[in-house]
């Protein structure tokens, strides 16, 4: 079975090398359920083990076709996650628009039948500001969203809260009296 940072790892290199064929076979696979695009299927097989269970298959095809859709190196947090890109869409100190926090809401709300249209009119939305996803984090969390297992409940719960704080929870900022306090 292999770990989500080698399923993204071989993405990345197919946007390294400029593998246009496969990016946009990948990128066919955009609003369609996983596996009903077969020019994404021959991409995305070539990377899977055949252990990988069901929602790690399907976690592939939903981000193998956004990562093709928009494939902007990320540098960031490794802990990133939605929650931090919806909230780069507006200014620090500022409530969020109603329009991106619509979205977010959204995106919260979805269940696993949901979330491969979620997310592309997510990424969508962060591609057109120019926002770059941590593609890791987010295979993580869809893999886990995806899990029809009887604690898959639990896991969409707990990603529903982490996106919630990076959206929502102001940064903490310290004060000098703080910093000396510490000393």
Known sequence: M???????????????????ARLSS??????????????ASRVVE???????????????YIIGSLFAFHPLPYTGDRWHNMGDHFRALYPEGEDPPPNVERRFLASLSSEPDDLPDMLRQAI???????????WL????????WLDRRS?????????????????????????????????
């Open 26 to 39: 990948l990128r066919r696979g955009l609003g369609q359920p996983p596996g009903a695009v077969l020019e």
């Open 2 to 20: 292999k770990e989500a940072y080698e399923l993204i790892a071989a993405l990345e290199r197919l946007r390294d090398s400029n593998d246009r």
């Open 137 to 144: 984090q987010l295979f993580e969390d869809v893999r886990q």
């Open 151 to 183: 604690e898959g409940a639990d896991k969409r719960q707990e990603i529903r809260l982490r996106w919630s704080r990076r959206f929502w929870r102001l940064p903490s900022r310290k004060t000098s009296s703080d910093s000396q306090n510490q000393n």
């Open 46 to 60: 070539h990377l899977l083990d055949e252990d990988d269970p069901p929602w790690t298959e399907d976690t592939l």
């Open 124 to 134: 969508s939305l962060l591609k057109s500001k120019s926002v770059p996803v941590n």
